[in-house]
Protein backbone atom coordinates (compact mmCIF):
# COMPACT_ATOMS: atom_id res chain seq x y z
CA UNK A 1 0.00 0.00 0.00
CA UNK A 2 3.15 2.50 1.08
CA UNK A 3 4.86 1.44 -1.97
CA UNK A 4 2.07 1.90 -4.31
CA UNK A 5 1.59 5.65 -2.87
CA UNK A 6 5.00 6.91 -3.34
CA UNK A 7 4.56 4.89 -6.76
CA UNK A 8 1.61 7.39 -7.45
CA UNK A 9 3.55 9.97 -5.89
CA UNK A 10 6.21 9.85 -8.45
CA UNK A 11 3.63 8.99 -11.64
CA UNK A 12 2.25 12.84 -10.22
CA UNK A 13 5.54 14.42 -10.62
CA UNK A 14 6.55 12.83 -13.36
CA UNK A 15 3.50 13.91 -14.86
CA UNK A 16 4.32 17.52 -14.34
CA UNK A 17 7.54 17.68 -15.85
CA UNK A 18 6.29 16.42 -18.39
CA UNK A 19 3.66 18.66 -18.75
CA UNK A 20 6.46 21.40 -18.31
CA UNK A 21 8.53 20.00 -21.22
CA UNK A 22 5.53 20.12 -23.37
CA UNK A 23 3.91 23.50 -22.23
CA UNK A 24 7.52 25.19 -22.48
CA UNK A 25 8.36 25.38 -26.10
CA UNK A 26 5.20 25.77 -27.78
CA UNK A 27 4.01 28.42 -25.61
CA UNK A 28 7.23 30.31 -25.89
CA UNK A 29 6.70 29.99 -29.79
CA UNK A 30 3.68 31.52 -29.29
CA UNK A 31 5.21 34.10 -27.45
CA UNK A 32 8.36 35.04 -29.45
CA UNK A 33 5.76 35.17 -32.66
CA UNK A 34 3.71 38.14 -31.45
CA UNK A 35 6.35 38.83 -28.94
CA UNK A 36 4.31 39.08 -26.41
CA UNK A 37 1.26 36.42 -25.07
CA UNK A 38 -1.91 38.35 -25.34
CA UNK A 39 -4.07 36.13 -22.98
CA UNK A 40 -7.49 37.76 -24.09
CA UNK A 41 -7.14 37.08 -27.73
CA UNK A 42 -6.49 33.64 -27.31
CA UNK A 43 -9.52 33.34 -25.56
CA UNK A 44 -11.57 35.74 -27.54
CA UNK A 45 -13.67 34.69 -30.17
CA UNK A 46 -11.36 34.01 -34.08
CA UNK A 47 -11.80 33.04 -37.37
CA UNK A 48 -10.01 30.50 -37.49
CA UNK A 49 -8.92 27.64 -35.83
CA UNK A 50 -6.05 26.91 -34.18
CA UNK A 51 -4.03 23.71 -34.27
CA UNK A 52 -0.73 24.57 -33.32
CA UNK A 53 1.94 23.27 -33.83
CA UNK A 54 0.24 22.10 -36.95
CA UNK A 55 -0.51 25.57 -38.15
CA UNK A 56 -4.39 26.89 -38.54
CA UNK A 57 -7.21 26.37 -40.25
CA UNK A 58 -9.06 29.65 -41.65
CA UNK A 59 -12.97 29.66 -41.39
CA UNK A 60 -15.34 31.19 -43.79
CA UNK A 61 -15.58 34.85 -44.35
CA UNK A 62 -19.00 36.13 -45.05
CA UNK A 63 -19.55 39.85 -45.34
CA UNK A 64 -22.76 41.55 -46.17
CA UNK A 65 -22.45 45.38 -47.53
CA UNK A 66 -23.95 48.09 -48.90
CA UNK A 67 -23.76 50.78 -51.89
CA UNK A 68 -23.73 48.55 -53.79
CA UNK A 69 -25.71 45.77 -51.37
CA UNK A 70 -24.58 42.42 -51.84
CA UNK A 71 -23.49 39.13 -49.72
CA UNK A 72 -19.78 38.11 -50.43
CA UNK A 73 -18.91 34.60 -49.17
CA UNK A 74 -15.17 33.53 -49.26
CA UNK A 75 -13.73 30.49 -48.07
CA UNK A 76 -11.03 32.13 -45.68
CA UNK A 77 -9.60 35.98 -45.19
CA UNK A 78 -6.56 35.17 -47.01
CA UNK A 79 -8.99 34.68 -50.12
CA UNK A 80 -11.14 37.96 -49.34
CA UNK A 81 -8.19 39.90 -48.71
CA UNK A 82 -6.25 38.18 -52.08
CA UNK A 83 -8.96 38.66 -54.31
CA UNK A 84 -8.81 42.48 -53.28
CA UNK A 85 -12.26 43.07 -52.85
CA UNK A 86 -11.54 43.42 -49.52
CA UNK A 87 -9.00 45.26 -47.77
CA UNK A 88 -7.23 45.49 -43.75
CA UNK A 89 -5.41 48.12 -42.41
CA UNK A 90 -1.92 47.97 -41.08
CA UNK A 91 -1.36 50.34 -37.98
CA UNK A 92 1.85 51.71 -37.03
CA UNK A 93 2.45 54.68 -34.41
CA UNK A 94 -0.98 55.80 -34.58
CA UNK A 95 -1.25 55.94 -38.61
CA UNK A 96 -3.00 53.35 -40.50
CA UNK A 97 -2.15 52.52 -43.81
CA UNK A 98 -4.18 50.32 -46.69
CA UNK A 99 -2.16 47.01 -47.84
CA UNK A 100 -1.82 46.00 -50.91
CA UNK A 101 0.45 43.50 -53.55
CA UNK A 102 3.61 42.66 -51.69
CA UNK A 103 2.95 44.11 -48.40
CA UNK A 104 -0.10 42.38 -48.20
CA UNK A 105 1.52 39.17 -49.37
CA UNK A 106 4.00 39.89 -46.41
CA UNK A 107 1.43 40.83 -43.96
CA UNK A 108 -0.37 37.31 -44.34
CA UNK A 109 2.54 35.49 -43.89
CA UNK A 110 2.90 37.00 -40.59
CA UNK A 111 -0.45 35.49 -40.00
CA UNK A 112 -1.39 39.11 -39.41
CA UNK A 113 -4.54 38.86 -41.47
CA UNK A 114 -5.83 36.72 -38.80
CA UNK A 115 -6.34 39.93 -36.25
CA UNK A 116 -7.42 42.02 -39.39
CA UNK A 117 -10.69 43.38 -39.72
CA UNK A 118 -11.43 43.31 -43.66
CA UNK A 119 -13.03 46.24 -45.10
CA UNK A 120 -14.90 46.34 -49.04
CA UNK A 121 -12.98 48.07 -51.40
CA UNK A 122 -16.41 49.35 -52.36
CA UNK A 123 -18.75 50.58 -50.04
CA UNK A 124 -19.75 50.06 -46.44
CA UNK A 125 -19.68 46.62 -44.38
CA UNK A 126 -22.96 46.49 -42.60
CA UNK A 127 -22.59 43.21 -40.87
CA UNK A 128 -20.12 40.42 -40.62
CA UNK A 129 -21.42 37.12 -40.16
CA UNK A 130 -18.25 35.28 -40.45
CA UNK A 131 -18.63 31.88 -39.73
CA UNK A 132 -16.29 32.20 -35.74
CA UNK A 133 -14.27 29.95 -33.97
CA UNK A 134 -17.15 29.70 -31.10
CA UNK A 135 -19.89 29.39 -33.83
CA UNK A 136 -17.88 25.74 -34.71
CA UNK A 137 -17.99 24.86 -31.07
CA UNK A 138 -21.17 25.75 -30.45
CA UNK A 139 -22.74 23.81 -33.29
CA UNK A 140 -19.93 20.64 -32.66
CA UNK A 141 -21.69 20.56 -29.10
CA UNK A 142 -24.96 20.72 -29.95
CA UNK A 143 -24.09 18.14 -33.03
CA UNK A 144 -22.61 15.95 -30.20
CA UNK A 145 -25.60 15.88 -27.76
CA UNK A 146 -27.92 15.57 -30.69
CA UNK A 147 -25.98 12.32 -31.66
CA UNK A 148 -26.02 11.26 -28.19
CA UNK A 149 -29.69 12.06 -27.22
CA UNK A 150 -30.88 10.42 -30.81
CA UNK A 151 -29.11 7.38 -30.24
CA UNK A 152 -30.29 6.84 -27.04
CA UNK A 153 -33.79 8.05 -27.44
CA UNK A 154 -33.90 4.88 -29.48
CA UNK A 155 -33.38 2.47 -26.30
CA UNK A 156 -36.40 3.94 -24.86
CA UNK A 157 -39.00 3.51 -28.00
CA UNK A 158 -41.04 -0.08 -26.37
CA UNK A 159 -42.89 1.22 -22.92
CA UNK A 160 -41.08 -2.05 -21.62
CA UNK A 161 -37.52 -0.71 -21.82
CA UNK A 162 -38.52 2.47 -19.88
CA UNK A 163 -39.16 0.99 -16.77
CA UNK A 164 -35.98 -2.04 -17.33
CA UNK A 165 -32.58 -0.81 -16.17
CA UNK A 166 -30.66 1.05 -18.26
CA UNK A 167 -27.70 -1.48 -19.86
CA UNK A 168 -24.01 -0.43 -20.69
CA UNK A 169 -21.65 2.42 -19.33
CA UNK A 170 -22.99 4.99 -21.78
CA UNK A 171 -26.86 4.53 -20.80
CA UNK A 172 -26.18 4.37 -17.18
CA UNK A 173 -24.40 7.54 -17.38
CA UNK A 174 -26.76 9.51 -19.12
CA UNK A 175 -30.01 7.91 -17.55
CA UNK A 176 -28.20 9.39 -14.55
CA UNK A 177 -28.12 12.53 -15.47
CA UNK A 178 -31.24 13.26 -16.97
CA UNK A 179 -32.80 11.80 -13.71
CA UNK A 180 -31.25 14.56 -11.77
CA UNK A 181 -32.08 17.35 -14.06
CA UNK A 182 -35.83 16.01 -13.73
CA UNK A 183 -35.51 14.88 -10.01
CA UNK A 184 -33.08 18.09 -8.56
CA UNK A 185 -33.69 21.06 -10.63
CA UNK A 186 -37.25 20.50 -12.72
CA UNK A 187 -39.41 18.86 -10.03
CA UNK A 188 -38.54 20.86 -6.81
CA UNK A 189 -38.26 24.02 -8.14
CA UNK A 190 -40.58 24.99 -11.32
CA UNK A 191 -42.99 23.29 -9.37
CA UNK A 192 -46.42 20.38 -10.35
CA UNK A 193 -46.24 21.51 -14.45
CA UNK A 194 -42.97 20.35 -14.39
CA UNK A 195 -42.92 18.39 -17.64
CA UNK A 196 -43.60 21.04 -19.92
CA UNK A 197 -40.30 22.66 -19.07
CA UNK A 198 -38.26 19.44 -18.57
CA UNK A 199 -37.18 19.66 -22.79
CA UNK A 200 -35.96 22.50 -22.59
CA UNK A 201 -34.15 21.93 -19.10
CA UNK A 202 -32.49 19.24 -20.24
CA UNK A 203 -31.56 20.18 -23.36
CA UNK A 204 -29.91 23.48 -21.82
CA UNK A 205 -28.23 21.30 -19.29
CA UNK A 206 -26.34 18.83 -21.21
CA UNK A 207 -25.61 21.57 -24.12
CA UNK A 208 -23.85 23.71 -21.82
CA UNK A 209 -22.19 20.99 -20.01
CA UNK A 210 -21.04 19.83 -23.11
CA UNK A 211 -20.07 23.38 -24.22
CA UNK A 212 -17.82 23.40 -20.68
CA UNK A 213 -16.29 20.13 -21.38
CA UNK A 214 -15.31 20.96 -24.59
CA UNK A 215 -13.60 23.72 -23.45
CA UNK A 216 -11.23 21.41 -21.66
CA UNK A 217 -9.85 19.71 -24.83
CA UNK A 218 -6.86 20.51 -26.63
CA UNK A 219 -7.46 22.56 -29.64
CA UNK A 220 -11.14 23.14 -28.60
CA UNK A 221 -12.86 25.90 -26.60
CA UNK A 222 -15.73 26.56 -24.89
CA UNK A 223 -18.51 28.08 -26.90
CA UNK A 224 -19.91 29.34 -23.73
CA UNK A 225 -17.24 31.40 -22.74
CA UNK A 226 -18.63 33.64 -25.60
CA UNK A 227 -20.99 36.68 -24.67
CA UNK A 228 -22.96 35.87 -27.68
CA UNK A 229 -23.93 32.85 -26.78
CA UNK A 230 -24.69 32.80 -23.07
CA UNK A 231 -27.19 35.67 -23.93
CA UNK A 232 -28.48 33.93 -26.18
CA UNK A 233 -29.50 31.05 -23.94
CA UNK A 234 -30.29 33.65 -21.72
CA UNK A 235 -32.70 34.64 -24.16
CA UNK A 236 -34.53 31.45 -24.50
CA UNK A 237 -34.87 30.98 -20.65
CA UNK A 238 -36.84 34.27 -20.97
CA UNK A 239 -39.11 33.67 -23.64
CA UNK A 240 -39.97 30.09 -22.87
CA UNK A 241 -40.46 31.45 -18.93
CA UNK A 242 -42.62 34.28 -20.01
CA UNK A 243 -44.36 32.76 -22.32
CA UNK A 244 -46.21 30.38 -19.68
CA UNK A 245 -46.63 33.68 -17.45
CA UNK A 246 -49.84 32.86 -15.13
CA UNK A 247 -51.67 35.87 -15.02
CA UNK A 248 -50.89 35.94 -11.35
CA UNK A 249 -47.83 36.51 -12.11
CA UNK A 250 -48.31 39.22 -14.85
CA UNK A 251 -50.44 40.96 -12.15
CA UNK A 252 -47.78 40.47 -9.47
CA UNK A 253 -45.35 42.44 -11.86
CA UNK A 254 -47.32 44.50 -13.23
CA UNK A 255 -49.98 45.31 -10.49
CA UNK A 256 -48.25 44.21 -7.68
CA UNK A 257 -51.24 43.64 -5.19
CA UNK A 258 -51.26 44.61 -1.93
CA UNK A 259 -50.17 48.18 -2.03
CA UNK A 260 -51.51 51.83 -2.34
CA UNK A 261 -51.90 52.74 -5.70
CA UNK A 262 -48.95 55.19 -6.24
CA UNK A 263 -46.96 52.76 -4.83
CA UNK A 264 -47.92 50.84 -7.88
CA UNK A 265 -46.26 52.97 -10.37
CA UNK A 266 -43.04 52.93 -8.29
CA UNK A 267 -42.80 48.95 -8.28
CA UNK A 268 -43.90 47.83 -11.47
CA UNK A 269 -40.84 49.75 -13.31
CA UNK A 270 -38.58 48.23 -10.05
CA UNK A 271 -39.59 45.11 -11.10
CA UNK A 272 -39.29 45.03 -14.75
CA UNK A 273 -35.67 45.83 -14.40
CA UNK A 274 -35.22 42.93 -11.63
CA UNK A 275 -36.69 40.28 -14.05
CA UNK A 276 -34.04 41.48 -17.00
CA UNK A 277 -31.38 41.82 -14.38
CA UNK A 278 -32.21 38.02 -13.65
CA UNK A 279 -31.59 36.94 -16.88
CA UNK A 280 -29.04 39.16 -17.34
CA UNK A 281 -26.98 38.42 -14.54
CA UNK A 282 -27.62 34.52 -15.71
CA UNK A 283 -25.66 35.25 -19.04
CA UNK A 284 -23.13 37.21 -17.38
CA UNK A 285 -22.51 34.62 -14.72
CA UNK A 286 -22.03 31.82 -17.49
CA UNK A 287 -19.45 33.55 -19.64
CA UNK A 288 -17.70 34.96 -16.68
CA UNK A 289 -16.95 31.79 -15.04
CA UNK A 290 -15.78 30.21 -18.70
CA UNK A 291 -13.62 33.13 -19.70
CA UNK A 292 -11.88 33.17 -16.27
CA UNK A 293 -11.13 29.46 -16.38
CA UNK A 294 -8.77 30.11 -19.32
CA UNK A 295 -7.75 33.67 -18.67
CA UNK A 296 -6.56 32.17 -15.33
CA UNK A 297 -4.47 29.35 -16.91
CA UNK A 298 -2.99 31.90 -19.70
CA UNK A 299 -2.36 34.18 -16.93
CA UNK A 300 -0.39 31.25 -15.25
CA UNK A 301 1.51 30.51 -17.53
CA UNK A 302 2.38 33.94 -19.00
CA UNK A 303 3.49 34.34 -15.31
CA UNK A 304 6.83 32.26 -16.40
CA UNK A 305 7.14 34.06 -19.48
CA UNK A 306 6.93 37.50 -17.47
CA UNK A 307 9.27 36.53 -14.80
CA UNK A 308 11.78 35.14 -17.76
CA UNK A 309 12.24 38.71 -18.48
CA UNK A 310 12.09 40.76 -15.71
CA UNK A 311 14.24 38.04 -13.73
CA UNK A 312 15.81 36.32 -15.88
CA UNK A 313 15.51 32.53 -17.14
CA UNK A 314 16.76 30.85 -13.76
CA UNK A 315 13.91 32.87 -11.98
CA UNK A 316 11.53 31.51 -14.74
CA UNK A 317 12.95 27.61 -14.42
CA UNK A 318 12.02 27.74 -11.22
CA UNK A 319 8.75 29.44 -11.21
CA UNK A 320 8.37 26.91 -13.99
CA UNK A 321 6.91 24.17 -11.85
CA UNK A 322 5.11 25.83 -9.52
CA UNK A 323 3.29 27.39 -12.21
CA UNK A 324 2.22 24.63 -14.27
CA UNK A 325 1.46 22.45 -10.30
CA UNK A 326 -1.00 25.70 -10.47
CA UNK A 327 -2.62 25.49 -13.96
CA UNK A 328 -2.78 21.61 -13.34
CA UNK A 329 -5.06 22.76 -10.00
CA UNK A 330 -7.13 25.22 -11.88
CA UNK A 331 -8.05 22.28 -14.64
CA UNK A 332 -9.19 20.33 -12.44
CA UNK A 333 -11.45 22.90 -11.02
CA UNK A 334 -12.45 23.80 -14.28
CA UNK A 335 -13.52 20.45 -14.72
CA UNK A 336 -15.57 20.90 -11.44
CA UNK A 337 -16.71 24.71 -12.52
CA UNK A 338 -17.94 22.96 -16.43
CA UNK A 339 -20.33 20.59 -14.12
CA UNK A 340 -21.43 23.61 -12.02
CA UNK A 341 -22.23 25.95 -14.12
CA UNK A 342 -24.53 23.86 -16.41
CA UNK A 343 -26.15 22.91 -13.13
CA UNK A 344 -26.40 26.68 -11.99
CA UNK A 345 -27.79 27.51 -15.19
CA UNK A 346 -30.41 24.86 -15.15
CA UNK A 347 -31.73 25.61 -11.51
CA UNK A 348 -31.74 29.16 -12.08
CA UNK A 349 -33.75 28.64 -15.27
CA UNK A 350 -36.12 26.42 -13.47
CA UNK A 351 -36.50 28.59 -10.53
CA UNK A 352 -37.72 31.68 -13.20
CA UNK A 353 -39.84 29.33 -14.99
CA UNK A 354 -41.24 28.12 -11.25
CA UNK A 355 -41.81 32.44 -10.54
CA UNK A 356 -43.22 32.60 -14.25
CA UNK A 357 -46.10 29.68 -13.23
CA UNK A 358 -46.91 30.88 -9.70
CA UNK A 359 -50.93 30.51 -9.45
CA UNK A 360 -52.93 32.45 -6.56
CA UNK A 361 -51.55 34.03 -3.39
CA UNK A 362 -51.77 31.21 -1.15
CA UNK A 363 -50.27 28.32 -3.66
CA UNK A 364 -47.49 30.39 -3.90
CA UNK A 365 -47.07 30.59 -0.33
CA UNK A 366 -47.34 26.94 -0.22
CA UNK A 367 -44.93 26.20 -3.02
CA UNK A 368 -42.43 28.57 -1.35
CA UNK A 369 -42.40 27.47 1.81
CA UNK A 370 -42.37 24.01 1.09
CA UNK A 371 -40.46 23.05 -2.62
CA UNK A 372 -38.81 26.72 -3.76
CA UNK A 373 -35.66 27.73 -1.98
CA UNK A 374 -35.42 31.15 -0.86
CA UNK A 375 -34.78 33.55 -3.52
CA UNK A 376 -33.86 37.40 -3.83
CA UNK A 377 -32.79 39.24 -7.41
CA UNK B 1 -1.05 60.84 -13.05
CA UNK B 2 -1.69 60.37 -15.99
CA UNK B 3 -5.47 58.52 -16.47
CA UNK B 4 -4.05 55.37 -17.81
CA UNK B 5 -2.50 54.56 -15.11
CA UNK B 6 -5.42 55.40 -12.76
CA UNK B 7 -7.84 53.37 -14.65
CA UNK B 8 -5.17 50.39 -14.09
CA UNK B 9 -4.96 51.10 -10.45
CA UNK B 10 -8.79 51.44 -10.21
CA UNK B 11 -9.53 47.73 -11.87
CA UNK B 12 -6.44 46.43 -9.94
CA UNK B 13 -7.78 47.87 -6.75
CA UNK B 14 -11.45 47.06 -7.79
CA UNK B 15 -10.64 43.22 -8.84
CA UNK B 16 -9.12 43.29 -5.02
CA UNK B 17 -12.26 44.85 -3.39
CA UNK B 18 -14.73 42.09 -5.81
CA UNK B 19 -11.96 39.21 -3.79
CA UNK B 20 -12.72 40.22 -0.86
CA UNK B 21 -16.48 41.03 -0.70
CA UNK B 22 -17.57 37.77 -2.83
CA UNK B 23 -15.07 36.05 -0.44
CA UNK B 24 -16.57 37.66 2.82
CA UNK B 25 -19.95 36.91 1.29
CA UNK B 26 -19.66 32.70 -0.11
CA UNK B 27 -17.66 32.62 3.38
CA UNK B 28 -20.71 33.57 5.57
CA UNK B 29 -23.16 31.24 3.18
CA UNK B 30 -20.85 28.71 3.64
CA UNK B 31 -19.83 28.23 6.88
CA UNK B 32 -23.69 28.08 8.68
CA UNK B 33 -24.64 26.29 5.77
CA UNK B 34 -22.15 23.35 6.77
CA UNK B 35 -22.93 23.78 10.31
CA UNK B 36 -26.40 23.23 9.53
CA UNK B 37 -26.11 20.38 7.19
CA UNK B 38 -23.97 18.83 10.44
CA UNK B 39 -26.44 19.19 12.70
CA UNK B 40 -29.17 17.94 10.45
CA UNK B 41 -27.62 15.61 7.76
CA UNK B 42 -31.01 14.93 6.69
CA UNK B 43 -32.16 17.82 4.47
CA UNK B 44 -28.39 18.56 4.23
CA UNK B 45 -29.13 17.74 0.29
CA UNK B 46 -31.72 20.82 0.47
CA UNK B 47 -29.20 23.23 1.77
CA UNK B 48 -26.24 22.64 -0.70
CA UNK B 49 -29.02 23.21 -3.38
CA UNK B 50 -30.35 26.82 -1.00
CA UNK B 51 -26.65 27.55 -0.75
CA UNK B 52 -25.62 27.13 -4.73
CA UNK B 53 -28.36 29.28 -5.32
CA UNK B 54 -27.60 31.95 -3.18
CA UNK B 55 -23.99 31.29 -3.74
CA UNK B 56 -24.37 31.64 -7.39
CA UNK B 57 -26.58 34.73 -7.50
CA UNK B 58 -23.61 35.88 -5.16
CA UNK B 59 -21.28 34.95 -7.34
CA UNK B 60 -23.56 36.98 -10.13
CA UNK B 61 -22.64 40.27 -8.31
CA UNK B 62 -19.02 39.98 -8.18
CA UNK B 63 -18.57 39.19 -11.80
CA UNK B 64 -20.35 42.19 -12.67
CA UNK B 65 -17.32 43.70 -10.88
CA UNK B 66 -14.98 42.35 -12.25
CA UNK B 67 -16.44 42.53 -15.92
CA UNK B 68 -15.97 46.39 -15.04
CA UNK B 69 -12.43 46.11 -13.57
CA UNK B 70 -11.66 43.67 -16.99
CA UNK B 71 -12.96 47.02 -19.40
CA UNK B 72 -10.95 49.28 -17.69
CA UNK B 73 -7.83 47.56 -18.40
CA UNK B 74 -9.11 46.70 -21.83
CA UNK B 75 -10.30 49.78 -22.69
CA UNK B 76 -7.69 52.21 -20.86
Redesign the interface.
Known amino acids: MALNANIRYRQIVLLLAAGCVFLGPRLAHAADEEGKLDA ?1 AHTADGVYLDFAPFGAVELPRIFLRSDPWGLDVFPSTRSALLSERYVMEHKEDGHAEILHGEALRDAIDHHEHLYAKPKPAQGTLVLDLSITRHLVFGVLAALIVVAIFLGLARRYRRPEDRVAAPRGIFQNMFEALVIFVRD ?1 IAK ?1 CVGPRYREFLPFLLTAFMFILCANLMGLAPYLGAATSNVAVTFTLAAFTFVAGQRKGTKAYWTHLFWPPGVPLPVKFILAPIELVSLIAKHF ?2 A ?2 LF ?2 MM ?1 GSLLILSLIGIIFTINVLFGSLAAALVAPVGVAFTLFITFIKIAVAF ?1 HA ?2 FT ?2 SA ?1 FFGMALEEDEHHEEETSAEEQ ?5 | MEPTALAFLAAGIGAGLVAIGAGIGIGNLAGPAMEASARQPEVAGHIRLTMIIAAALLEGVALFGMIICLLLTLKA
Do not use: H, K, M, W
Request: charged residues 10%.
Open positions: VEPALLRANSIFVLLIPALAG
